[in-house]
């Protein structure tokens, strides 16, 4: 079974500066799909960004970048210039390509809650 | 439009009660989810369609019973819950098949208090 793990339960970081969140993931397989999302207090999740295994580019949308080294099975989000709203709780998730009847689902991490300070 | 849309956004109920939420998207999303969610912790799947059909059930008890009446459309009937499965209700909505790497569209949720 495929676990993901956020070792970070909160973190914090000044207004305009960098703040990276941490998330490792655990697979046998060797082609999924890996996201971050974002859940502000207005509940919805929001897709932050993704990366494909198969791919050895980083992912980048805008200020939001991810590391991404396969064989550590990492997969960390680097946020630049932070913004107030940025504040939010940020959980990594985990999808195995098509196939089966597994497919379809999202395995999350445990969520890092993160506050931006003015 | 780019959004899945749940109603109603909060619901009280008693524990003999019947309700239903409901899930809509206009996408032409071929995959719909069901999520539980408990305050800070991360959602927790309940049940997958895939072109209509249940593909995952993750052994949710009985008293939650979802419906797929179309492709864009999303049921959860609720009948005789109890207080711990007062929670933050998600659907989500994906392209079907192999497009997994277009990660879900989720909606704002329910937040259901069983009382």
């Known amino acids: 079974a495929q676990t993901v793990t956020q070792s970070q339960p909160e973190m914090s970081v000044q207004e305009a500066e960098t703040v990276t969140l941490s998330c490792t993931y655990d697979t046998s397989e060797s082609d999924y799909y890996l996201f971050w999302y974002k859940q502000p207090p207005s509940r919805q999740m929001i897709l932050v960004i993704r990366?494909?295994?198969?791919?050895?580019q980083n992912a980048t949308e805008n200020r939001f970048s991810v590391n991404f080294q396969k064989a550590a099975k990492s997969f960390s989000l680097k946020i630049s210039d932070s913004q107030l709203g940025d504040a939010a709780m940020y959980f990594c998730a985990y999808r195995r390509r098509a196939g089966g009847t597994s497919y379809g689902k999202l395995t999350f991490g445990q969520g890092t809650i993160l506050t931006v300070h003015p | 439009d780019t959004e899945v849309t749940q109603t109603p956004k909060h619901l009280v109920m008693g524990m003999t009660n019947k309700k239903s939420l409901k899930c809509e998207q206009h996408m032409g999303h071929r995959a719909m989810y069901w999520y539980k969610q408990k305050a800070k912790k991360p959602p927790e799947l309940m049940f997958v369609?895939?072109?209509?059909?249940?593909?995952i059930n993750e052994s949710v008890p009985s008293r939650f019973s979802p419906e797929c009446p179309n492709s864009s459309l999303l049921n959860l009937h609720l009948h005789a819950l109890q207080p711990e499965d007062s929670a933050l209700y998600l659907c989500a909505s994906s392209q079907g098949g192999g497009h997994g790497n277009y990660g879900y569209t989720f909606g704002s949720g329910t937040r259901l208090t069983v009382v």
């Open positions: 369609y895939s072109y209509e059909k249940l593909s």
């Open positions: 990366q494909e295994a198969y791919k050895q």
